[in-house]
């Protein structure tokens, strides 16, 4: 699926478009604060930005020129209603990779996103596989290939973290969701048994590189 991150304050346009792109397998993670934008760009991967011009905060050149500036790798699109040239010749001027009109035709922007992606896609590396791979049906967490020596609880906790990367997952919610912990679900069994897991994955490094404590919350893969 496409990931495209959209910075717009009109909640009209968000919700056509969070119905629409979806059937084009196109993902849309919509905000309308530019400093938000920017925090969810540092920490989860889009494929492309779809960027308004007129935002609260800070203006859509503005923003356009930091994310070119932070994320050369994502193609933009500025997607606004100003109809000043200059603006257009702006936007190209710090990096836009396309410009649309409102209003334009969903299905208009949808082969704009398609394109850029598949411009972009050609010069990028490929991905290398996942450090960590998560079977279910055996029970088992493989590392760079080779079985790791699980207890039940340390593979469902392990492996909702690995589900879970790059989000905060709170204390609560594992005790919830692992089954093996409902009759040993304390705080302190919970730090034991991650503690545990970082032992076997070799990540005991201060801080840790894979496994994030977020104090008073939980717990937050960051690794590849």
């Known amino acids: 699926m496409i990931r495209v991150l959209m910075v717009e304050d009109d909640p009209e ?15 849309l993670f919509s ?5 938000v934008a920017l925090e969810k760009a540092a920490l989860e991967r889009y494929d492309l930005i779809l960027l308004d011009l007129g935002l609260p905060e800070m203006d859509g050149l503005e923003l356009c020129r930091r994310f070119k500036e932070k994320h050369p790798q994502i193609p933009i699109v500025i997607s606004t ?18 410009y649309v009109a409102k209003p334009y035709e969903p299905r208009e922007l949808v082969a704009r996103i398609q394109a850029l992606v598949k411009r972009y896609s050609r010069f990028l590396p490929e991905e290398e596989p996942p450090l960590f791979r998560v079977d279910r049906e055996r029970m088992q967490i493989f590392k760079a290939g080779e079985a790791l020596e699980l207890t039940p609880a ?13 989000q905060v997952v709170s204390r609560e919610y594992i005790a919830n969701s692992v089954e093996s912990l409902r009759w040993e679900s304390s705080d302190r069994s919970i730090d034991t048994i991650v503690s545990r897991i970082r032992h076997k994955i070799g990540d005991e490094t201060r ?11 939980g717990y937050k893969y960051i690794g590849p």
Not at 207 to 217: D, E, F, L, T
Request: hydrophobic share 45%.
């Open 13 to 27: 346009i968000t919700y056509l478009l969070e119905q629409y792109l979806p059937r084009y397998g196109i993902g």
């Open 31 to 35: 905000v309308a604060s530019p400093s």
């Open 81 to 98: 209603a100003r109809a000043d040239v200059s603006d257009k010749v702006a936007a190209f001027e710090i990096g836009a990779d396309d």
């Open 154 to 166: 340390e593979f469902e906790i392990f492996a909702l973290l690995l589900e879970k990367r790059q």
């Open 207 to 217: 801080p840790p590189s894979m496994i994030r404590a977020v104090r008073g919350v």
